[in-house]
Structures are given as C-alpha cells and as structure tokens.
C-alpha cells in the first residue's frame, strides 16, 4: 500500500471511530468559505468538538444542542476560554440549523399585553408607514415606555389609558430631555395613539390630549468642525493606508464633503456610482426621496483607491464591508458614529456629541458660508423642509454681520 493510500485510510479509521468528525468537517469548511483566518477555525473547530464530545460522554444527540444545554456546558469551562467557546458554539448551532439537524429556534411570545400591541405597532411602522429604520427604533423605544401603562396581564384593559395617564407620561417623559428629544417624544406618542385608534381599541380623538411641548427650532447652535479641524480629521484617516484605513477615509469624505446621514452611507451600493456621469445615487430613506449627487474628485478618488486596494474580494454588492471574517456589509448607523468618534480621538480633536451628524452639519455649514443657496442645500442634504436648512445661517457669520443693526447708543 502507498503512503498516500495509508494515509486515506488512516483518516477513514479515525472517521469511523469519531462520529463527529463529519459534523467537524462540515463546520470547518464552513467557516473556510467564510474566511476565517486558519487560527480561528482551528480554535473554533476545537471548541465544537470538546462540545460535542461532552454530548457524547452524557448520551446526548445532536438535536440537543440547545440553548439551555450549551448553557450547561459553558458552565464547565474555564472562564478564559469561555468567549471563544460561546463564539465557536454559536456557528456550531448555525451550521446544525442550516443542515436541518437543528429546528429553526422559535419566535419569542410576547409576555404581555403590552408587548403583543408593541409588536403590531412595529409591523405597522414598517409595512403601513414606510418609516426609516432608525425612526422605527426611536418610536419604539417610546411606545414600549408607553405601553408600560397598560400592566403586565396578558389581556389589555384598555381603559387605564386615560387622559391623564398620557399627559402624566408625555410630561415625565419629556423632562430630562433635550434638544430635539420631546419633539420626537410627542410625535412617537401621537404616532402610538393613531394606530390603536386605526385598530379600533381607543377612541378617536385621544391622540389630540397629547400636551404641546416648548419648542424654539432656532435656539440652538449645530455643532460642526471648523476647516482646520476637519482637514486634520481627514489628514489623520488618510495617512493609514491599510484596506480598514480607506475604508473609513471614503466614509468620512461622504459625510464630511457631501453631507451624507450615517444611514444613507451604510446603504451605498456599487450600483450606486455612476463612473461615467461622475454622479452618485442615494437611495430613499428618511425622507423617502431619491437624490443624485455629483461626485466631487476628492470624493471619487479616495473610493476608486478603496474599491481597488482596500475593498475585500466578497459577493456582496454593498460598498462598505467590514475587514475581519465573514466579509459582511457594514449594517448599521451606530458603526458609522463609533467609527467618526474613533478617528476624532486619533485626530486629537475634543469630543462632541453627535459624531456622524458632527460631519453633516460641518458639510452645511461650508455651503452655506460659501454661498450656495438654500434651495441647493436643502437639495443636497435631503431636507424636506427649507425651515431645516435656514438653521445654518446663523453660523454664516460674515453675512449676518452685514445686516446686523447697530447697538443703540453705541459709537459711530
């Protein structure tokens, strides 16, 4: 016999005596075509199979790879193997899942009344309302608050959502908050009342109890980077020229030269650009409307160099990707935030709320003080409304002061 058929034949022992072995053959070219790096898989691999191997030695079969099961395993390793065996486990299960050894875990049952009505006020957000998904999060976060009112029972009362009650709610609710925060709060309120009085469960008429909160549009100051401070941003980023280092410089550009929402940035498909117009597409979101842009130089270079040399080799068609294994589309707004947050602190620029919408509003501001029109800027932003982009010209402190009257009683 040849060494090469030994060898065959050994695995082919070792296969027999192992029952998991395929399971673990299974998983490890499962997370190959992932691209885990070659220590990862080896590690999770390892993981499975200690696992797997404690079913065994309790007569356990695979289809008890349950939540409570792993949960007791996890309770006999050592804490500082513990993170990687709960990683390792959890593409175990998902593997399982996708052979179909493993059911598909089952929906979460709502525990109260409350919770029911939640889930039906998320359904109509999205499937009757079209909202984006970042207001969706908001007003729900409101309405479970709200909802609280109702009690724990599993049948609504629906009479204990008097009058009174909502007032009370809005008006704690909106006491330690800020900016716009109790517009949000009232409309998300407002937004609550007008499905349950859709759905036939309060009377109509009730969202009108909601109280008007103080409001000044105008009081506040955006907050925004000054052109040295965002040249010594986008200096800082560009100086790292790995793939994970172009990749944020081109997400900065967008947020910082054309004034893009963190939101319309994760959604960017390849399709989106078009090279030969010079021109980039934005898909409906917040306001629900489609814009295209043109793609300054500054802008389209930097994404030319990370879709070239930066951009790793996926078949997902979303433009930004994260850089460790699986190769997966950037998903949500809040890593758009971590990531301006990171690169503020590295470029030694103090801290400011904000983050993403910090860029935007720096955007504006640089368009407004260089001349650009409302209607322009209100255009390119995406602004439904002109009142939104007017809060700009109070930082355009050269034409104000033109048309500033004098101080009484001041000198000629």
Request: include cysteine.
């Amino acid at each position: 016999m040849s060494q090469v058929s030994r060898v065959h034949a050994g695995r082919a022992v070792r296969r027999e005596a192992d029952p998991f072995a395929p399971t673990l053959e299974a998983l490890t070219s499962a997370l190959h075509a992932q691209r885990y790096a070659r220590e990862t898989i080896r590690q999770y691999t390892r993981e499975a199979k200690r696992f797997l191997r404690w079913l065994a030695r309790g007569d356990l079969p695979l289809t008890a790879s349950t939540n409570d099961t792993i949960a007791r395993f996890l309770r006999t390793v050592p804490t500082g193997r513990r993170r990687r065996c709960i990683s390792a486990l959890h593409f175990l299960a998902q593997h399982l899942r996708t052979t179909g050894v493993l059911a598909a875990p089952a929906a979460p049952v709502p525990r109260t009344g409350g919770a029911f009505w939640v889930e039906r006020y998320h359904t109509y957000l999205e499937e009757v309302l079209g909202l984006a998904l970042g207001t969706q999060q908001s007003y729900l976060n409101f309405a479970r608050r709200f909802l609280a009112i109702l009690g724990p029972a599993p049948v609504v009362d629906w009479s204990v959502l008097t009058p009174d009650r909502i007032v009370e709610f809005v008006r704690r609710e909106a006491a330690h908050r800020h900016g716009s925060g109790p517009r949000t709060l009232r409309a998300a309120v407002h937004s609550v009342l007008r499905f349950l009085i859709a759905v036939g469960v309060v009377p109509a008429g009730r969202e009108a109890v909601v109280p008007r909160l103080p409001r000044w549009g105008q009081a506040a100051l955006p907050q925004r980077l000054t052109d040295a401070e965002t040249a010594r941003l986008l200096r800082t980023c560009a100086a790292d020229s790995g793939a994970l280092g172009r990749r944020d410089y081109v997400m900065l550009l967008l947020l910082a030269r054309l004034g893009l929402r963190a939101s319309e940035v994760v959604r960017l498909q390849l399709a989106d650009v078009d090279w030969s117009e010079g021109t980039l597409r934005i898909r409906p979101g917040k306001t629900h409307r489609e814009r295209v842009l043109p793609l300054a130089q500054e802008v389209g270079e930097g994404l030319l160099t990370y879709l070239q040399h930066g951009r790793p080799a996926t078949p997902h068609r979303a433009v930004f990707l994260t850089h460790t294994a699986p190769y997966r589309p950037v998903r949500t707004a809040a890593a758009i935030t971590a990531l301006v947050h990171r690169w503020l602190a590295r470029a030694g620029i103090p801290p400011r709320p904000g983050a993403a919408h910090l860029l935007r509003h720096t955007a504006a501001t640089r368009m407004v003080t260089g001349g650009v029109g409302f209607k322009q800027v209100a255009d390119v932003l995406g602004h439904q409304s002109l009142e939104t982009t007017a809060l700009y010209a109070k930082l355009d402190l050269t034409t104000l002061a033109a048309v500033a009257l004098p101080w009484p009683g001041g000198t000629a």
